[in-house]
């Protein structure tokens, strides 16, 4: 992946530049790539009900129980 990143790279620079990418920047690149996808993750998995909700079937009401609604003793 890196390679093909890295190849990416520097056909977009130009055909003066050099397709070499030193450690440091090599580094960055890959905090940065990681990061997005770190924080696509977060952002689907906090937003996963919205997300899922207009899929979901609605549940059948169910009738109140009237074992429950009434006070113990009455």
Known sequence: ???HLSTAL???AG???????DPTAGGILL???LGG???ILV????SWR??????RRKRKATPANPEVDSPRGS
Not at 15 to 21: A, F, H, I, L, R
Not at 50 to 55: I, K, Q
Request: glycine share 6%.
């Open 10 to 12: 520097a056909s977009v």
């Open 1 to 3: 992946m890196f390679a």
């Open 50 to 55: 919205r997300l899922v909700a207009p899929f």
């Open 15 to 21: 055909p003066g530049s050099s397709p070499y990418v």
């Open 31 to 33: 905090q940065v790539v």
């Open 43 to 46: 952002l689907v998995r906090l």
């Open 37 to 39: 996808i770190t924080g």
